[in-house]
């Protein structure tokens, strides 16, 4: 049975200021996944190190990835990846529409790949929405449209996940919810699962969304000491399998 994991990383600083990306690799180790979605990665930024972490990460646990910088200065990157040992092509890599009204915001993309899992083909979309909510709702919108998975490139099973800065109760998680069916509504869990913050996790901001073809079995946060630890967000996890 696939497992897949959204986990934002935090650039690898734990909770208690130590940056770390071996205790990062560690905590995904732990949670034995087949597809890992992760966000808030640095690339040879000065303030981490200029350690590649999708890369060094993705090293410890002896799987492939590929990395799409929403922000990008110089040489120095910042983003989201999907790691897996399974075959992948990319579908699609891009920014999102950022606040009109607001300037200044951090850049936020999305990452959609398909990959092929027990003979299967799947898409996975990986994303991180920004902090306000008028601009939630504009990157939530694209996500859903033409240019994305509302257009011709998408082919069930598809699964949606990342980091959504929105709880079940916003706006932003209810236009993901038109389409896509919340990952715990599969498992028959009735309440939202918290991942953040880490060390007292009360905020459901972290999500996997799923199409038809796909049989959720489990969703739980990974809340072992090291994750409390390794970023201020918990690993969401989800076991599902495929329909025929």
Known sequence: MPRIVTYNVHRCV???????????????????????????????????????????????LGMSFHFHAAMRVEEERYGDAILTSAPLTVIKAGPLPGSRAIRG???RGALWLGLEI?????????THLGLVPHEQRAQAEALMG?????????????????????????????ILARTLRDARHGARRRRAVPTFPSRFPMLAIDHVFVSPGIAVTSVEAFAAPLARLASDHLPLVVDFRFLA
């Open 146 to 174: 033409p240019d994305w998975i509302g257009g011709g490139a998408r082919a069930d099973p598809l699964i949606v996940l990342g980091d959504f800065n929105a709880t079940p109760y916003a706006s932003t998680y209810r």
């Open 105 to 107: 915001l951090e850049p």
């Open 14 to 60: 734990g909770v208690d200021g130590r940056l770390d990306v071996g205790r990062v690799a560690a905590v995904i180790a732990q949670c034995r996944p087949d597809i890992v979605a992760l966000q808030e990665l640095d690339v040879c930024r000065q303030r981490t190190d200029t350690v590649d972490q999708a890369h060094a990460i993705a090293h410890r």
């Open 118 to 126: 027990e003979g299967r083909r799947l898409q996975v979309l990986n």
